[in-house]
């Protein structure tokens, strides 16, 4: 306050006019010179924009998590079609199958084993391993409402054909 002080003393400024308070000036002031007045236009401009920008942003979170969850889904049929391989009967490939998915889905975060199923086909001798999973209970499909979502079944799936090329 003591610097403020000396400042309006050596530029001959008074106290309230640094400040910015000018009361006789804001009464004389005319219509046209409120149309002038920017001062509270990025208050303004930032009301218009943050919802949008935070739509966006709650957008980019939720996709993410879509992505993250799908990709898990197909690195775990992946995972069990590369397995299901080395079975010799179809049950065998089965178990297989079944037991890499049971394993792998431990390491992923956010998947439920409860919400994930395993199917199994052998058709001219190609094995698909489909893994679906329900991811209506999981935290990236909360904003279901507010944000646009996909499907919450994920389904993906891996083959493998057996011998030769």
Same mark, same amino acid.
């Given at each position: +306050?003591?610097?403020?002080?000396?400042?309006?003393?050596?530029? %001959?400024?008074?106290?309230?006019?640094?400040?910015?308070?000018?009361?006789?000036?804001? %009464?004389?002031?005319?219509?046209?010179?409120?149309? %002038?007045?920017?001062?509270?236009?990025?208050?303004? !401009?930032?009301?218009?924009?943050?919802?949008?920008? &935070?739509? +966006?942003?709650?957008? &980019?979170?939720?996709?993410?998590?879509?992505? +993250?969850?799908?990709?898990?889904?197909?690195?775990?049929?992946?995972?069990?079609?590369?397995?299901?391989? $080395?079975?010799?009967?179809?049950? !065998?490939?089965?178990?297989?199958?079944?037991?890499?998915?049971?394993?792998?889905? *431990?390491?992923?975060?956010?998947?439920?084993?409860?919400?994930?199923?395993?199917?199994?086909?052998?058709?001219? *001798?190609?094995?698909?391993?489909?893994? &679906?999973?329900? $991811?209506?209970?999981?935290?990236?499909?909360?904003?279901?409402?507010?944000?646009? +979502?996909?499907?919450?079944?994920?389904?993906?799936?891996?083959?493998? *054909? &057996?011998?030769?090329?």
């Amino acid at each position: +306050m003591m610097l403020l002080a000396v400042v309006c003393r050596r530029s %001959r400024l008074s106290l309230a006019r640094l400040r910015g308070i000018d009361r006789a000036a804001d %009464r004389n002031r005319s219509p046209r010179s409120f149309r %002038r007045d920017r001062s509270g236009s990025t208050a303004i !401009e930032f009301a218009v924009i943050s919802p949008v920008l &935070i739509l +966006m942003l709650l957008g &980019i979170l939720v996709y993410g998590g879509y992505f +993250m969850l799908s990709h898990s889904l197909q690195q775990m049929a992946n995972d069990a079609a590369r397995a299901s391989v $080395a079975g010799l009967t179809d049950t !065998e490939r089965s178990t297989l199958a079944q037991t890499a998915v049971s394993n792998d889905v *431990q390491t992923y975060s956010y998947l439920k084993p409860q919400l994930l199923s395993v199917n199994y086909t052998d058709q001219n *001798q190609v094995l698909t391993v489909t893994v &679906i999973y329900n $991811a209506s209970s999981s935290p990236f499909w909360a904003l279901n409402g507010l944000v646009p +979502m996909p499907s919450s079944t994920l389904t993906r799936s891996a083959s493998v *054909q &057996i011998g030769g090329y």
